[in-house]
């Protein structure tokens, strides 16, 4: 099940304003494709003439599309409500340390262009956000959608980020990124909403839609480079906290392991001790086995050897104590593990469900799924779409829609 949007409540309160109320109509629209006008008044217990009222915008500005009749005798009638896929274009780059994706996608979340190129996060905020710049343009006029009208961007980037602000905050590994105002530098340079957030935030996202959303809350945990957490709410939005900082565990400190320094200048930090990066350090310094890359770990895991296996084993081990302390605080439905560990040994998620199902109360675990990613690289993106198509269904979204017009 692939639902991009997020679920809307069955009723609309009364008193909300008219943006509200089309923000609701829109989602519902969105969730339930086809849906009738009859199907709409039940559904927000509003008078059929009223539905008409708030839905003519809608249609009028071409974000909503009405069929009638043409029943074909086969299947469900081809009448009802439906997002005009053609009203616009999301664009959506996934920037991490070793890769980055750029995507352009209808506000259905179906991908129409998409290109991977090597993101060089040391150059500083205004060299890469331009070459970044440079690259949509140039992909969404070699698709199909190039006279389409660019609703919004989305920029995943590996750092904390001040959600509200667009900017990343005391990144440990972007140098000149620390504060520089992502979202309104973009916004300057293609005239568009922009929204910046957390790497991990997007693939929790991604995860969460693309699954039932009895699946949720979850808690997507990234073992890669880094860790990093990405929690959603049972209503399928994600929780940021108050700053910006909820799901950054990589800096909770593990009992005894002051030995190890971490970048963030703290020590015992997790990240510091059950990273791909803390293991590709052990293996040097306890086996003088040098190990460059992720990719190459992944084949010496691949090809068994003891060694890494052990160390993987042991991280899994360390990382399951913090996550059943999540599930303590918690109680998610589901804890979904990506990046590249996840991806490269099942040995991470036997091990941290070992220790999540032995330590956690059975009550927080009664009910509890502990998986890998569905959708693995593409995790990122799919919840960059969604974030995206939130935004144009939101409130503001349909307010500057109709407004400029
Ligand atoms: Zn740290």
């Given at each position: 099940m692939h639902n991009a949007v997020s679920r809307a409540s069955d009723d609309v309160p009364f008193r909300l304003g008219q943006y509200e109320i089309q923000s609701q109509m829109a989602r519902l629209i969105a969730v339930d494709n086809g849906i009738s006008r009859a199907d709409m008044a039940r559904m927000t217990g509003m008078a059929r003439s009223t539905v008409a009222e708030y839905l003519q915008p809608l249609l009028d500005c071409n974000l909503v599309s009405e069929?009638?009749?043409?029943?074909?005798?086969?299947?469900?009638?081809?009448?009802?409500?439906?997002?005009?896929?053609?009203?616009?274009?999301?664009?959506?780059?996934?920037?991490g340390v070793t890769h980055g994706r750029l995507v352009v996608a209808d506000l259905g979340a179906h991908r129409l262009a998409e290109e991977a190129f090597m993101p060089d996060l040391t150059i500083g905020p205004e060299l890469l956000l331009s070459e970044i710049v440079e690259r949509f343009e140039k992909l969404l006029q070699s698709s199909t959608a190039r006279d389409r009208p660019i609703r919004c961007v989305v920029i995943g980037i590996p750092s904390p980020v001040d959600f509200e602000r667009g900017m990343p905050v005391r990144p440990p590994i972007m140098p000149g990124w620390d504060g520089?105002?992502?979202?309104?530098?973009?916004?300057?340079?293609?005239?568009?909403?922009?929204?910046?957030?957390?790497?991990?935030?997007?693939?929790?996202?991604?995860?969460?839609?693309?699954?039932?959303?009895?699946?949720?809350?979850?808690?997507?945990?990234?073992?890669?480079?880094?860790?990093?957490?990405?929690?959603?709410?049972?209503?399928?939005?994600?929780?940021?906290?108050?700053?910006?900082?909820?799901?950054?565990?990589?800096?909770?400190?593990v009992p005894l392991h002051d030995d190890v320094i971490c970048r963030c200048g703290n020590i015992g930090c997790i990240e510091a001790i059950a990273?791909?990066?803390?293991?590709?350090?052990?293996?040097?310094?306890?086996?003088?086995?040098?190990?460059?890359?992720?990719?190459?770990?992944?084949?010496?895991?691949?090809?068994?050897?003891?060694?890494?296996?052990?160390?993987?084993?042991?991280?899994?081990?360390?990382?399951?104590?913090?996550?059943?302390?999540?599930?303590?605080?918690?109680?998610?439905?589901?804890?979904?593990?990506?990046?590249?560990?996840?991806?490269?040994?099942?040995?991470?998620?036997?091990?941290?469900?070992?220790?999540?199902?032995?330590?956690?109360?059975?009550?927080?675990?009664?009910?509890?799924?502990?998986?890998?990613?569905?959708?693995?690289?593409?995790?990122?993106?799919?919840?960059?779409?969604?974030?995206?198509?939130?935004?144009?269904?939101?409130?503001?979204g349909i307010q500057d829609l109709l407004q400029s017009r």
């Open positions: 069929q009638r009749g043409n029943y074909t005798g086969r299947g469900r009638p081809s009448t009802g409500l439906s997002l005009n896929m053609k009203a616009g274009v999301i664009l959506v780059a996934d920037i520089f105002a992502v979202a309104d530098w973009v916004r300057r340079r293609m005239g568009v909403p922009v929204m910046v957030d957390n790497d991990v935030n997007l693939m929790a996202l991604g995860e969460a839609r693309s699954r039932p959303g009895s699946q949720s809350p979850l808690l997507f945990i990234k073992v890669a480079s880094g860790i990093g957490c990405g929690i959603v709410t049972k209503d399928g939005e994600l929780h940021r906290g108050a700053d910006g900082a909820a799901g950054d565990i990589g800096h909770i400190r990273s791909a990066s803390a293991i590709m350090r052990q293996l040097q310094d306890q086996k003088g086995t040098v190990v460059q890359t992720t990719a190459e770990l992944a084949a010496l895991i691949t090809s068994g050897d003891p060694h890494a296996v052990r160390l993987v084993r042991t991280a899994a081990a360390e990382i399951g104590e913090i996550v059943a302390m999540l599930v303590h605080m918690y109680n998610p439905a589901s804890i979904i593990l990506g990046g590249k560990m996840a991806l490269m040994s099942d040995d991470l998620l036997a091990g941290i469900r070992a220790v999540v199902y032995r330590r956690a109360l059975p009550l927080a675990t009664r009910r509890l799924s502990i998986e890998n990613s569905q959708l693995g690289r593409d995790a990122g993106l799919v919840g960059g779409i969604a974030l995206g198509v939130d935004k144009v269904l939101s409130p503001r």
